[in-house]
């Protein structure tokens, strides 16, 4: 069973509006969660973390949300640009592995 | 379980030292990557193999040689470790490139 899932492949979303793109995962520990960005032909590149200590963690347009009850993690990007559109990982990081989720493939549409 | 397995999960290397990491995956998917983690750094691709019998190079090939004679397994040799090479490292395998990654769980080196 996989520890970290991305149960939308893909997201639609307005130039200008909110995307928000969901994970959850099974292991209940305190853990590290990172979400990366992957443009077609590149290597994912890190996006934005958060430590299980926090429920929330902001870096310009990228909110990440963490939800420890729920198991949930959510990646807000307000506003969404059209130059957003990409693949965004989840993963976990637990110290002694990493988990990842099968990604969601972001358009933003002008 | 079917997945993306890497072997081993940790090493140490003395430099000069050789090793081969091996990543193996059971979903018949035809493209297989290797990544190396570092702190600030993202992933970045070393290698990559669209099918069996074919490798090419990723945005950090130096020091790295690679293997695809089976389609299950993707191999990452290091002749002579570096402590450059001290990262992390990730396999991952997709039936599309576009979409549906599969990580495997990482193999922790370093390199003294």
């Known amino acids: 069973d996989q520890q970290v899932k991305q149960n939308s492949p893909s997201l639609s979303v307005q130039e200008g509006r909110i995307s928000i793109l969901n994970c959850d995962y099974t292991n209940s520990m305190f853990d590290y969660f990172l979400w990366y960005k992957k443009y077609p032909a590149e290597g994912p590149t890190f996006l934005i973390s958060i430590s299980s200590i926090k429920d929330k963690n902001e870096d310009g347009r990228f909110t990440v949300f963490l939800n420890k009850s729920a198991k949930h993690l959510s990646l807000h990007i307000v506003p969404s640009q059209p130059g957003d559109s990409a693949v965004y990982f989840c993963a976990e990081d637990t110290g002694n592995q990493f988990y990842f989720g099968t990604g969601t493939s972001l358009t933003v549409i002008p | 379980n079917a997945g993306v397995t890497q072997t081993p999960k940790f090493r140490v290397l003395k430099t000069g030292q050789s090793m081969t990491l091996l990543c193996a995956q059971d979903m018949n998917h035809e493209y297989m990557y290797w990544y190396r983690q570092d702190p600030g750094m993202g992933l970045r691709l070393i290698h990559y193999?669209?099918?069996?019998?074919?490798?090419a190079k990723g945005e950090v090939p130096d020091g790295y040689n690679v293997s695809r004679l089976k389609k299950q397994n993707f191999l990452l040799g290091l002749e002579s470790a570096a402590p450059s090479q001290t990262s992390v490292y990730f396999c991952?395998?997709?039936?599309?490139?576009?979409?549906?990654?599969?990580f495997g769980s990482g193999t922790r080196l370093t390199v003294v």
């Open positions: 193999s669209v099918g069996e019998g074919t490798t």
């Open positions: 991952a395998s997709s039936f599309d490139p576009l979409v549906g990654y599969t």
